[in-house]
Structure formats: C-alpha cells, structure tokens
C-alpha cells in the first residue's frame, strides 16, 4: 500500500467529514468503508491491505495516527518522535528506529495539539514546552518551534498495564527479599523516603511497588506533575495534579501550591510524585514539622 494512496484517501476523508458535529466512530468507519470500495477498481488491495488502510485512516482521523499501533503495542515502552520523519521506539531497552512516519509535521503538530488539549494544557510558541498524559496513564513530553529546531519533537514513555509489585521486582533480581521487607516494614512505620534516580531508572515503578505496602485504612494524598502513579488497594485516595496557566487567563496550580492545600486535608500520608524546584522547600518543611 503506497503513501500517495493512504494521503489521497485521508484528504478525501476529512472533505466528506462533517467536522461542526461530534462523529461517532462507527460514522468515521462508515465514511471509510465507502472510501476504500470505491477505489477497489483502481487499486489491487489484498483484504490485509484493505484492513491496514481503513485502520491507518481510522487513527489518524480519531486516535494519535501512526503512533496508535505503538501505543497499543505492550512490548513498547518509550516512543521517541524527531520530528515528522523520525521515530524511534524502545522495546526491551532497546533503541530501533520505526518505518513508519507522518505525513507531514502539520499532522504531527495536530496530534501534539489534542494529546495536550485532553489534559487542559497549551503548547505554542510562547509557551513552546509541555508535559501531558495519555489515557492509559503514559507520560508525554512535548517541544515545538521555536525550541525544537528540526520539528516538532514527542516523547511518550508508556507504563505497563499491571502494575509492578514488590514480588515482581525481585523475581527479576532488582532487590533481594531482604532489602524488600525492610523496606516494607519502613513503609508501614510511616518513615519519610526519598527515591532518586536517573531517567528511566525505574524511580516511579518503584514507587509503585512500595505503596503497596501502605495500610489500606489511611487516607493518601498523592501530588504529581502530571498523574501516573497506579495507587492499588487505597479507599481514601486523593489524587491531585499540578496546572498550567493557559490563554484564557487561568493562573497556574504549582506542587508547591498543591503540597500547601494537601496539609490542611488531614492526609496519614503524602506521595509528592516529582520534586525538581521550590516545591523541595515545602516538602522539607512538611516533614520537619511531622517529626
């Protein structure tokens, strides 16, 4: 299946769609369905391609278009996107660069635009940075122009469905048993922890496995930059996410800000999901004034 093909198809798409309206998936397929059978005399398609093509459309009309094959790939845990024309995934902590690209850095940009517009964010010129999530809890970085000099640039660093317990962690050799029960009989004696780390070193998987060992009795307030943390087995849990400012005026709700209101909630206990900034401040305090 050639290119030209799918482009030709997607342009004749979106003139039919009639986009003032809110379109249910099943009209979209339907739209492509009559696409594709009226182009069945031009062009010799096996059923796999036809399938193929009318998926591809399909994604890149309602989902995050050629980045949908990989988002739903499990084995997949990081998609890197230079620009239109580069993508690389990671797949058991290895790099490999992707045969398949945008077709152009406007509908990369689109893409970009509605994973950030989903979470109440903006990303423009003025404001050329932002951090975002998919649904499925995947953590998104984004750079565009004028930061990003060869295109729009997209990270997306995808969890795995199950979270990783404790149990896990150590039948893959990440820690031997006793290291992990003294750490649960921290966790369960309230001590404050600190986990650090580099990039993808683990540090909010980790994180995770821990939190399995808190009592299920307590009241947790998690604060995150952007919300991705998997809590299991807490009924009293409050999640709170930090918040840009944005062109309607809306002022920004910092970590700092959220750690300030989460001490007046009466919490047994507080997970700061990132500390990076002045936010260390409050949170030093914060413990200074438990002990």
Known sequence: MSRELFQELRALLMERLDLARELSDEEILE?????ILGRMREYCLS?????QLRQELFHSVRKLDVLQELIEDETVTEIMVNGPDAIFVERAGKLKKWDKTFTSG?????????IVGKCNRVVNESMPIVDARLDNGARVNAVIRPVALNGPILTIRRFPDTPITMEKLISLGSLPPECAEFLAALVRARYSMVIGGGTGSGKTTFLGALSNYIPPDERLITIEDNAELKIQGIANLVRLEAKMANMEGATSITIRDLIKTALRMRPDRIIVGEVRGGEAVDMLQALICTI
């Open 47 to 51: 059923l796999k391609e036809k399938v």
């Open 31 to 35: 739209e492509i369905d009559e696409l």
């Open 106 to 114: 406007e509908k990369l940009e689109d893409v970009i635009q509605q």
